[in-house]
């Protein structure tokens, strides 16, 4: 009961300050989203996973999340979707490679540009469009896990991952999708900057991509013999573990935000 209130007070801690930041504008978010970037860098390095060194590893992060959450605060109404479709592509490959150790500077470079920086930054793009949409996206992730978890807890039998994350199951894993994707008809309330049926189909991207990003750091952190990426947030571990799904799930919203628009 002790840890379960510890979790629950640091979740909540957790959420006002990223709902906070987002009403008080897009340059609060930068600021709060930049040190959740240099801590998550900092969670990355320590996984070993990355020939960088530790400074290398806060600069590339730096400059990356500089220049990227610079560009919608420059040009709030033009937002550059073919960095964001770029920003996928060599996501896609990093991640192809960052299981294992990476010795070569750039790919290693890549990994925190586009594993952390640049999604951290792109919380700072969906605040520039329109505060209540990031915070419904946010609400679009913690849905997702609250649901996965209650169902999975409750009625999961069939283990999705259980290599890497032995908890999880297939029964979660659907009614956390389902329960985004119900979620997304009152969050479609709170902004305009999507229509009803854009915000579904953000749920379900959403919801995906934010378990798949869930099992890849449970991946990382498997290879490296660790429980935690760090100890930043009492009872849900670093920056990594709380922002696990979310690093994965930006670039998917962001998407279906161009997309739509």
Request: hydrophobic fraction near 60%; include cysteine; aromatic fraction near 10%.
């Amino acid at each position: 009961m002790k840890e379960l209130l510890v979790r629950a007070a640091s979740g909540a801690v957790y959420a006002v300050l990223v709902i906070g930041s987002a009403l008080l504008g897009p340059w609060a978010a930068a600021i709060l989203f930049l040190l959740v970037c240099l801590i998550a860098a900092r969670e990355l390095h320590r996984l070993g996973v990355t020939g960088l060194t530790l400074a290398a590893s806060y600069v590339v992060a730096l400059v990356t999340y500089v220049g990227v959450a610079a560009l919608p605060l420059l040009t709030p109404q033009e937002l550059p979707s073919l960095l964001v479709f770029a920003h996928v592509i060599l996501l896609l490959i990093v991640l192809a490679f960052l299981q294992r150790r990476l010795r070569d500077p750039l790919l290693s470079a890549a990994a925190f540009a586009s594993y952390i920086a640049a999604p951290f930054a792109f919380a700072v793009w969906l605040a520039a469009v329109d505060a209540w949409l990031f915070i419904g996206f946010m609400l679009l992730l913690w849905t997702n896990d609250t649901g996965a978890y209650l169902v999975g807890k409750s009625i999961g039998r069939n283990k999705l991952m259980p290599s890497v994350s032995p908890g999880k199951t297939w029964e979660g894993f659907v009614g956390g999708v389902a329960l985004a994707m119900l979620a997304a008809w009152p969050i479609s309330d709170l902004s305009s900057a999507l229509p009803l049926h854009g915000w579904l189909i953000a749920a379900g991207g959403v919801a995906i991509a934010g378990t798949v990003g869930d099992l890849y750091e449970s991946a990382l952190k498997r290879k490296a013999g660790v429980k935690d990426s760090g100890r930043i947030m009492p009872g849900h571990g670093g920056a990594l573990d709380r922002f696990d799904g979310y690093l994965l799930a930006a670039p998917v919203m962001l998407l279906v935000v161009l997309l739509m628009s």
